[in-house]
């Protein structure tokens, strides 16, 4: 049961168009309606303009949150040329610089002391 100030739950408590309006639009954004529902569905039946209204500001809202996607740009060129860099930088028969790979020190080969390294 929702809960409305006295004042608005009255049944002889009128709506008006702008009232009625401001509810449906808190009634679609999950807000607190600043009256009973009751009587702003009473109000919405038999007012034609508050019935278009809400259909419209139903639409309205749909296509915001379900709107369709818009296409970005297309980087697809980017990647394959970034791919094709890294392949001729690993492969020394395309071209690129060859690949230097570091081993592990061998301490049988590190050089005595005394001796100078070149």
Do not use: I
Request: hydrophobic share 35%.
């Amino acid at each position: 049961m929702e809960e409305v100030p006295r004042h608005l739950a009255r049944e002889d408590a009128r709506v008006d168009c702008r009232t009625c309006r401001e509810a449906l639009s808190a009634r679609l954004d999950g807000e607190p309606e600043p009256m009973a529902s009751r009587l702003v569905d009473a109000h919405r039946s038999g007012c034609p303009a508050c019935r278009s209204w809400q259909a419209e500001a139903t639409a309205v809202s749909r296509r915001l949150r379900v709107g369709p996607v818009m296409p970005g740009p297309d980087f697809t060129h980017l990647a394959r040329e970034l791919g094709a860099r890294q392949e001729s930088a690993a492969d020394p028969t395309r071209g690129g610089p060859r690949a230097r790979v570091s081993s592990p020190p061998d301490d049988s080969r590190a050089p005595e002391a005394g001796h100078a390294v070149a």
